[in-house]
T-cell receptor
Framework: NAGVTQTPKFQVLKTGQSMTLQCAQD?????MSWYRQDPGMGLRLIHY???????DQGEVPNGYNVSRSTTEDFPLRLLSAAPSQTSVYFC????????????FGDGTRLSIL | GENVEQHPSTLSVQEGDSAVIKCTYS??????FPWYKQELGKRPQLIIDIRSNVGEKKDQRIAVTLNKTAKHFSLHITETQPEDSAVYFC????????????FGDGTTLTVKP
């Protein structure tokens, strides 16, 4: 099993550009989530999904969209990139959301100029 | 919503000493408390977790204790080694609210040889 795979690993964007961060898992996990990690601020939840076709907002959803058309894939879309969105983004999955550890991808380091 | 506070933010110990990191949480309904280790430039990975029906759990040099009354839980690392140097995150979640996790801000542990 590959686990949780994120692409790309690095990306530089200009302010106002849009892009999609890809996340795929091959563990048949129902629960998937996106976090951003900024220095000294831990991991903050952007959006999450409890199964195909179901998504909801986390702590910091503004400027991001998600969809979950399959169990395996959970892409994160930046609608109009802003410098404040410069961060490291982690995708994670778990069998369910309840009392289960999360499995993280390797992260995407995103810089917005 | 849930609030998780983690202390200290940085911790430096000599090799062979013990290290203790403490987290407090605000929601008494939280019942799952994982700890993740993140090495520089890597993904967070689960090192140990505890559920609310257990007061203590050990795995070799690592232990976690939970005090539900005081709403705090702690990570204990004994006989520290240089490879224990990393950022450690605590988290809390509960059975409702889709099981979303709230993370502490992290502790940077440095083990000096």
């Amino acid at each position: 099993n590959a686990g949780v795979t994120q692409t790309p690993k690095f990306q530089v964007l200009k302010t106002g550009q849009s892009m999609t961060l890809q996340c795929a898992q091959d563990m048949n996990h129902e629960y998937m989530s996106w976090y951003r990690q900024d220095p000294g601020m831990g991991l903050r939840l952007i959006h999450y999904s409890v199964g195909a076709g179901i998504t909801d907002q986390g702590e910091v959803p503004n400027g991001y969209n998600v969809s979950r058309s399959t169990t395996e894939d959970f892409p994160l879309r930046l609608l109009s990139a802003a410098p404040s969105q410069t961060s490291v983004y982690f995708c994670a999955s778990s069998p369910t959301g309840f009392r289960q550890p999360q499995h993280f991808g390797d992260g995407t380091r995103l810089s917005i100029l | 919503g849930e609030n998780v506070e983690q202390h200290p933010s940085t911790l430096s110990v000599q090799e062979g000493d013990s290290a203790v990191i403490k987290c407090t949480y605000s929601d008494s309904a939280s019942n799952y408390f994982p700890w993740y280790k993140q090495e520089l430039g890597k993904r967070p990975q689960l090192i140990i977790d505890i559920r609310s029906n257990v007061g203590e759990k050990k795995d070799q040099r690592i232990a976690v204790t939970l005090n539900k009354t005081a709403k705090h839980f702690s990570l204990h690392i004994t006989e520290t080694q240089p490879e224990d140097s990393a950022v450690y995150f605590c988290a809390a979640s509960k059975n409702t609210n889709a099981g979303k996790s709230t993370f502490g801000d992290g502790t940077t542990l440095t083990v000096k040889p």
